[in-house]
């Protein structure tokens, strides 16, 4: 637990450090975040999905059921090649909907059973600790509940990567982004993509830690 928190805090100081790099890194298309993505969209014949600011810093994300590529306001008016990536991978998530790729497909199915296991696993698991001595079935069902979380941020693995890999291909075929410029935007998505590993190691971890609790209390 401790070298998975080590390694979180790693991923996100260094993430922080590369996003200020490449926001101060200009693209020679010039090319706003939110010219990136109507661009990306209308390439791939997606009309149906609007590009909109949100406020907060790195709060940028698809919305599938809305249809918006929602982008932080930083990636949404700034030319550099951090928003171009960033806002490309957003958009990479609309195709994998538009093409229904697969994991995405499935993680999308699971997203009403994880905001349930979200809600109530923090009570069921902390009652079943308190109880583990009178009802250790408590804390098996909250094991249940927590598995299912982990269970998505797996899944939400390739369903990142993929949207990653549509992006960088995407930005070198239309020239947004020159040759020498791709290593940069790759960059900054793999260092984003890492946070996602790491939450789901850290998850795992987690997971693996309640379970040895229940069967040290077995044994």
Known sequence: ?????????????????????????????????????????????IYDVKVLSVAGQLTDHYHPVHKTVNLSEAVY????????????????????????????TMRSKLVPIVSVSSKYMQWVL???????????????????????????????????????RRALAWMTESNVVAPEEHNDSRDALKWAAMTYVVAAVSSLATLLYYVSILMGRRN
Not at 87 to 94: F, Q
Not at 126 to 138: A, K, Y
Request: with cysteine; aromatic share 8%; charged share 15%.
């Open 77 to 104: 008016n700034q030319r550099n090649a951090a928003a171009a990536a960033v806002a490309a991978h957003e958009c990479g998530h609309a195709v994998q909907h538009a093409r229904a790729y697969p994991w995405l």
């Open 1 to 45: 637990m401790v070298l998975v928190m080590g390694a979180s805090w790693l991923v996100q100081n260094r993430l922080k450090s590369k996003f200020k790099k490449y926001s101060n890194t200009p693209i020679r298309s010039n090319l706003s975040g939110k010219e990136v993505a109507e661009k990306m969209l209308s390439d791939n014949g």
């Open 126 to 164: 902390i009652g079943g600790m308190l109880m583990i001595g009178q009802f250790p079935q408590l804390l098996m069902v909250g094991i249940v509940l927590f598995a299912v979380t982990t269970l998505f941020s797996f899944i939400t693995l390739p369903v990142e990567f993929d949207a990653s």
